[in-house]
């Protein structure tokens, strides 16, 4: 079928983990609409920067598609009434991150048919540069894989960097997931458009989209549908996790090594997600904000598992109500993926922008929580993608030599757990990362 | 309904390796070893194997932390020592050895992953420190299986009867002392003289390497070892074959097969980076052909790793991988 990992081209990184993919739940299944829960939950900050500035007042009626609240300050993004409905609160409420964070409330209107209001469609191809770096921003686009960083900001670099290629991250390397895998297969077009988008905004000619291996069809509908007119190539990559880590993606695509601290800019490239891109097409097509996302509910612990198209800010609990409920066995709730997602406590935590998977893990599959000394067997250095020492590293964490870890390039850690999926002694090394991560940061305030 | 949710730090999968997994699998492996000693040298054998685990197990349970002999950790040094004795040593020799090993090789240490040398190696330097006259009487094959080949059971600090049973000189004392050959499919199969568990070098390679195929040691190390002895070894041999033995004399004697396979790849006391496991194996084979030829002793294999264990933390300091994209290879303090 030609889907094989191109040997020159590489498409590989060295290191990684296999673990099971555990994708047959969702992969053939097509991406149907969830129905409109009765009420969403939009939290302030769904992006990687500041908080967005509430707009609405309680009481007020919003109708799909309106701000709610206004980005604040560059590195921030708007967010957008997911379903008309009248505003109940600004109040703190349950954030996937796990704390408490501000959020509009809004009650869903009943017998709706959550029309968006009719809005300005602009013709992308007359616009300069900026005008359609502006319309994403003010769409409220951020980064659909996991880390939602807002899009706006990775389409304009400094003056100074010299990009010469889009990636389209195409991997979906976490166990589970299917999100950006059916929207490769069923809106493989949208991926070109908004690959063509970034690439006109950038002033790019090459655009590479990076696929592995384990899902030929979606490689298949990316190539049937590849423009001409343009340099864009599909390249096959293999399936090892974290393949689409970005640097592990720029490594395993174009043979570059991004420098320890720098981004992917640096080496001339810029990364997005399929579904980001999948996206911006259709702020264009439709001139709908981002107000819903695709995303997988999977798991032992769900009934029917499927692809679902639902309003930002639907809660957990509404989710895995219209994939069948939990099964007897459910254990763990896990938004993103189950190597590097977040358990969660509460189901009424809502659903985000950067939420790609929603996975019930079942009471036989959470991993044990007994930890045995360090053995130092070594299969963390053969794991860690970024060959980091988390056996030394980790010692250090223990006793809380933090500076030392420092030193030793604990800031290229990605938190990616691949040395903690493969730690025989089950020691909780990314999670003792965060801590030290954590600790190195606040360390002037608590010296001051 | 509602489950109980847990919430767990990610990555919320593992692999299917766990440590006592590794371990209690070496164990598994170390089974037809044990068989073939016990097959080779009788009751005692299985006897001195079970002396030598009882002391590093007993010991383990009376110091070391509440159930820390389910991980299996314990029963590996007793038996990997118990396969470096000879058949006919009495029985509180090997209990001593075992307690020993684990209690000033590893539990001073601070237990499991603490220690700097390999327990069950240094469990039989005491050993061989304490008793050198039993340590090197070996007896020979022959009798009923049931005939103990030596003085097994006799009482703490009596003198064995050594003088009472048939013994015989190993194929690396023969060589190093009498200039005699020994045959080498003999040594391959593990019909000589020897320690308990160094005589069967096809069997110990064959069960060694089940466990480098589940990655529960690193083949660099054995690979590493074999190649320096046997480089060593044929170079040697080549400049005076009258003097020096071949290459695969020098691997399947004495401990080599047993101490590359099982010593030498503890996971505990070898490097973490695969540099420094090239390192460490080059290392144990320079000083084994070394101490083996030019020594005063007739077998190095065990000197040669504890050594090589000492450096350890210099070889994971020296070695360490480069950080993907920075330039220097920097070293842990």
Redesign the interface.
Known sequence: MGVRPGRNGHGRFRHG?H??ELKELTAKTPIRRAPFPDEVVLPLRQHTGKPARAIVAPGARVERGDTVAEADGFVSSPVHASATGIVEAIELWPHPD?SWAPAVRIAVERYSVQAARPRLVPEWESLSPAELIEAIRQAGVVGLGGAAFPTHVKLSPPKDARIDTVLINGCECE?YLTTDHRTMVEYPERVHLGLRIMMRVLGVTRGVIGVETNKPDAIEALRATKPTDIDVTVQPLEVKYPQGAE?MLI?SVLGR??????LPLHVGVVVQNVASAATIAEVFETGLPLVERIVTVTGR?VRQPANLIVPVGTKVRDLVAACG??T?D?????FGG????????N?DTPLVKGTSGI?V?SED?????RS????????C??AC?????P??LGQLALKGRYE?ME???LA?CM?C?CC???????I?L??LF?LAKTALRQRPAVKA | MTPRLLVTASPHLGSADSTPRIMWTVVGSLVPIIAAATWFFGVSALLVIAAATAGAVVTERVFGRHGVLADGSAAITGLLLGLTLPAGLPLWMAFVGGAFGIGCGKLVFGGLGQNVFNPALLGRAFVQAAFPAAMTTWPVHGGSWWQLKGDNLAWPLTSPRAAEFVTGASPLGKMKFEHADTSLWSLVIGSTEGSLGETAGLLILLCGGYLALRNYLNWRIPVSIFATVGVLAAALHQLDPARYPGALFMLFSGGLMLGAMYMATDLVTSPVTNLGCWAFGAGIGVLVVVIRIWGGLVEGVMYAILLMNALVPYLNAWTQPRVMGTRAVERAS
């Open positions: 983990v673990p099971p796990g166990p640097k490594a090594e991004v420098p320890s601290g720098k612990g409920g939990f007897d459910a254990r763990e709730i896990v189950p190597m590097m997602g977040v358990a969660q406590a189901l996975v893990l599959e959470v991993r044990g929580q045995y000394p360090c053995i130092r067997c070594g299969h250095l053969d993608p970024v060959f980091l020492n056996q030394h030392e030193a030793m390039h290229d938190l757990g903690g999926y493969t730690c025989p002694s089950n909780p990314p999670q965060a």
